[in-house]
Protein backbone atom coordinates (compact mmCIF):
# COMPACT_ATOMS: atom_id res chain seq x y z
CA UNK A 1 0.00 0.00 0.00
CA UNK A 2 1.13 3.38 -1.18
CA UNK A 3 1.87 6.54 1.64
CA UNK A 4 -0.75 8.14 0.00
CA UNK A 5 -3.08 4.88 0.48
CA UNK A 6 -2.78 4.06 4.00
CA UNK A 7 -2.92 8.12 4.68
CA UNK A 8 -6.20 7.70 2.72
CA UNK A 9 -7.60 4.71 4.61
CA UNK A 10 -6.35 6.23 8.42
CA UNK A 11 -8.19 9.02 7.32
CA UNK A 12 -11.29 6.72 6.17
CA UNK A 13 -11.48 4.66 9.20
CA UNK A 14 -10.86 7.43 11.98
CA UNK A 15 -13.26 9.75 10.76
CA UNK A 16 -17.40 9.14 11.33
CA UNK A 17 -18.36 11.74 8.41
CA UNK A 18 -14.97 11.83 5.77
CA UNK A 19 -15.84 13.56 2.47
CA UNK A 20 -13.02 14.18 -0.18
CA UNK A 21 -13.86 17.18 -2.18
CA UNK A 22 -11.96 20.01 -4.52
CA UNK A 23 -12.01 22.95 -1.71
CA UNK A 24 -13.08 22.84 1.89
CA UNK A 25 -16.59 23.09 3.27
CA UNK A 26 -17.03 26.76 4.00
CA UNK A 27 -14.80 27.16 -0.07
CA UNK A 28 -16.08 24.74 -1.97
CA UNK A 29 -14.02 24.74 -5.58
CA UNK A 30 -16.54 22.98 -7.55
CA UNK A 31 -19.89 22.80 -7.86
CA UNK A 32 -20.23 18.78 -7.27
CA UNK A 33 -18.10 19.45 -3.67
CA UNK A 34 -20.63 22.47 -2.95
CA UNK A 35 -23.76 20.43 -3.37
CA UNK A 36 -22.23 17.26 -1.74
CA UNK A 37 -21.85 19.88 1.29
CA UNK A 38 -25.09 21.08 1.04
CA UNK A 39 -26.86 17.61 0.73
CA UNK A 40 -24.89 16.71 4.25
CA UNK A 41 -26.18 20.00 5.56
CA UNK A 42 -29.42 19.27 4.41
CA UNK A 43 -29.69 15.97 6.21
CA UNK A 44 -29.02 17.78 9.66
CA UNK A 45 -25.42 16.75 9.51
CA UNK A 46 -23.15 20.32 11.16
CA UNK A 47 -20.63 21.45 9.42
CA UNK A 48 -17.71 20.99 12.20
CA UNK A 49 -19.16 17.69 12.30
CA UNK A 50 -17.73 16.62 8.52
CA UNK A 51 -14.47 16.24 8.18
CA UNK A 52 -13.22 16.90 4.79
CA UNK A 53 -10.07 16.21 2.61
CA UNK A 54 -8.90 19.04 0.05
CA UNK A 55 -7.72 16.96 -2.89
CA UNK A 56 -6.36 19.94 -4.88
CA UNK A 57 -3.76 20.31 -2.31
CA UNK A 58 -2.18 17.13 -2.40
CA UNK A 59 -2.00 15.42 -5.48
CA UNK A 60 -1.15 11.66 -4.07
CA UNK A 61 -4.71 11.96 -2.54
CA UNK A 62 -6.28 13.26 -5.62
CA UNK A 63 -5.06 10.53 -7.30
CA UNK A 64 -5.27 7.93 -4.40
CA UNK A 65 -8.49 8.14 -3.56
CA UNK A 66 -10.08 7.05 -7.02
CA UNK A 67 -7.90 4.12 -6.56
CA UNK A 68 -8.77 3.30 -3.26
CA UNK A 69 -12.72 3.73 -3.81
CA UNK A 70 -12.26 2.14 -7.37
CA UNK A 71 -15.02 5.58 -8.38
CA UNK A 72 -13.76 7.56 -11.22
CA UNK A 73 -14.93 11.58 -9.67
CA UNK A 74 -14.48 13.59 -6.61
CA UNK A 75 -16.46 14.48 -4.44
CA UNK A 76 -16.26 11.17 -2.60
CA UNK A 77 -18.13 10.35 1.05
CA UNK A 78 -17.05 8.13 3.74
CA UNK A 79 -19.57 7.17 6.85
CA UNK A 80 -18.47 5.49 9.30
CA UNK A 81 -15.83 3.81 6.83
CA UNK A 82 -18.34 2.55 4.25
CA UNK A 83 -18.42 4.29 0.51
CA UNK A 84 -21.50 6.00 -0.21
CA UNK A 85 -20.49 7.39 -3.34
CA UNK A 86 -20.24 10.79 -5.09
CA UNK A 87 -22.88 13.79 -5.35
CA UNK A 88 -25.19 12.29 -7.92
CA UNK A 89 -25.34 8.95 -5.35
CA UNK A 90 -25.48 11.11 -2.51
CA UNK A 91 -28.49 13.35 -3.80
CA UNK A 92 -30.56 10.39 -4.51
CA UNK A 93 -29.66 8.94 -1.51
CA UNK A 94 -30.98 12.38 0.08
CA UNK A 95 -34.36 11.98 -2.15
CA UNK A 96 -35.54 8.82 -0.87
CA UNK A 97 -34.26 9.21 2.70
CA UNK A 98 -31.37 6.80 2.57
CA UNK A 99 -28.67 9.29 3.40
CA UNK A 100 -30.49 10.93 6.62
CA UNK A 101 -31.11 7.27 7.56
CA UNK A 102 -27.50 6.25 7.21
CA UNK A 103 -25.95 8.96 8.86
CA UNK A 104 -28.61 8.71 11.62
CA UNK A 105 -27.37 5.30 11.98
CA UNK A 106 -23.67 5.48 11.54
CA UNK A 107 -23.40 8.78 13.74
CA UNK A 108 -25.00 6.91 17.15
Known amino acids: MSDAQQRIDELV ?6 LFMKGT ?4 QCGFSGRA ?12 AIKTVNVLE ?16 IPQLYVKGEFIGGSDIMMEMYESGELA ?5 KAS
Not at 13 to 18: A, F, P, Q, Y
Not at 101 to 105: C, K, M
Open 101 to 105: QALAY
Open 58 to 73: DDGIRQGIKEYSQWPT
Open 37 to 48: IQILKACGVETK
Open 25 to 28: ASFP
Open 13 to 18: KSNEVL
